[in-house]
T-cell receptor, first 113, second 114 residues
């Protein structure tokens, strides 16, 4: 069965520091991979997605993610976080290409001033 | 602004009651998926509708049902509400498969079952 693991429930980062959020998935083949962000009271916004090709994917708001097949990982990175990045981040996979996504439990990002 | 709207924003029901949640997709989006997001957890896939037919279902009992209409709106119905049904319910729409389009999420309906 497909599954997604986000091992960090909370991460605290100082404003201006770099960020990496971890995501590991379990699936027989290479699924489609997504990162979403959810701010309080708002819907889920797509940051980036990986389908195939270049394993380093650029997204919105300065985020990028790298797909590593050997590690079944799709970690999200940002070189310098801003206070407005404080939110909850979700990794999701779509193994059957039908948008029936399987989600991780999320990582809450806290920004220290 | 995704163009996907949901109503109502918040809802309080009592155990055993029935509830209908509504979603209005972007024009031209013929696929809608519904998710349940319990507090502190990631969303869980409930079911998906494509061109008014159910096109996949997650691990949810039959008392969760849905409808999709030709005007790009859809409904999620939950019968015999249980306390554990308290959650944020999200709908998401897209116009085609994930390799050609993005799935857009609405802001959700917060359901509280007392």
């Amino acid at each position: 069965a497909q599954s997604v693991t986000q091992p960090d429930i909370h991460i605290t980062v100082s404003e201006g520091a770099s960020l990496e959020l971890r995501c590991n998935y379990s699936y027989g083949a290479t699924p489609y991979l997504f990162w979403y962000v959810q701010s309080p009271g708002q819907g889920l916004q797509l940051l980036l997605k990986y389908f195939s090709g270049d394993t380093l994917v650029q997204g919105i708001k300065g985020f990028e993610a790298e797909f590593k097949r050997s590690q079944s990982s799709f970690n999200l990175r940002k070189p310098s976080v801003h206070w407005s990045d404080a939110a909850e981040y979700f990794c999701a996979v779509d193994g059957d290409s039908n948008y029936q996504l399987i989600w991780g439990a999320g990582t809450k990002l806290i920004i220290k001033p | 602004e995704t163009g996907v709207t949901q109503s109502p924003t918040h809802l309080i029901k009592t155990r055993g009651q029935q509830v209908t949640l509504r979603c209005s997709s972007q024009s031209g989006h013929n696929t809608v998926s519904w998710y349940q997001q319990a507090l502190g957890q990631g969303p869980q896939f409930i079911f998906q509708y494509y061109r008014e037919e159910e096109n996949g279902r997650g691990n949810f009992p039959p008392r969760f049902s849905g409808l999709q209409f030709p005007n790009y709106s859809s409904e999620l119905n939950v019968n015999a509400l249980e306390l554990d049904d308290s959650a944020l319910y999200l709908c998401a729409s897209s116009s085609s498969g994930p390799d050609t389009d993005t799935q857009y999420f609405g802001p959700g309906t917060r359901l509280t079952v007392l």
